[in-house]
């Protein structure tokens, strides 16, 4: 038994880091969520709000004229654009889980401190700024061809998005592959 721990101990230390910081993080990120129920400033949540925001700011720069407003029965932004309601941008939206996703992954083929902090620093903020850009372009979707809603909210921007996450993961295991060679040559 202990000769198959050695055996598969790289495997079995990435699913353990993959694990414990998925779930590490993912609480962290749910007790946020619940102490953001009580507060009033950010509706529904800090990071939702400033989501809807952002995106708004990204549609108004694109010439439209963009209305957000707090979803009456639900934890929700409300987008609107020339007063037509089109969009709810929900928590799910905000891409943090799927940062959090990115994170426990690079987490698990963690390299030098300084590469590795700058990778999942770097990933985030790409993650971030592509889920702005795929919010505002579907909501611009939504508006212009409401036929292709589901097709676009469906199947089209979560491949942008997870997309973007596969391609970052990737790169970083040819990254982490050329540390762990080069740290091998000296």
Known sequence: MLQLFKKYSVVIRFIAVFLGSYFLLSVLYNSYLIYSEAQTEFYPDFF??????????????????????????????????EDAFLVRVVEGCNSISVIILFVSFILSFFAKKRTTILYILGGSVLIYAMNLIRIALLTIGVYEYLEYTNLMHEIIFPLII?????????????????????????
Do not use: P
Not at 162 to 186: F, H, P
């Open 48 to 81: 939702t709000n400033i989501v809807s925001r952002q995106s708004a700011a990204i549609m108004e720069f694109m010439g439209y004229s963009i209305k957000l407003e707090a979803h009456e029965t639900e934890s929700a932004i409300k987008v609107f654009i």
């Open 162 to 186: 997870y997309g973007t996450v596969i391609i970052l993961w990737i790169s970083w295991v040819r990254v982490y592959a050329n540390l762990e060679k080069n740290e091998d040559q000296v």
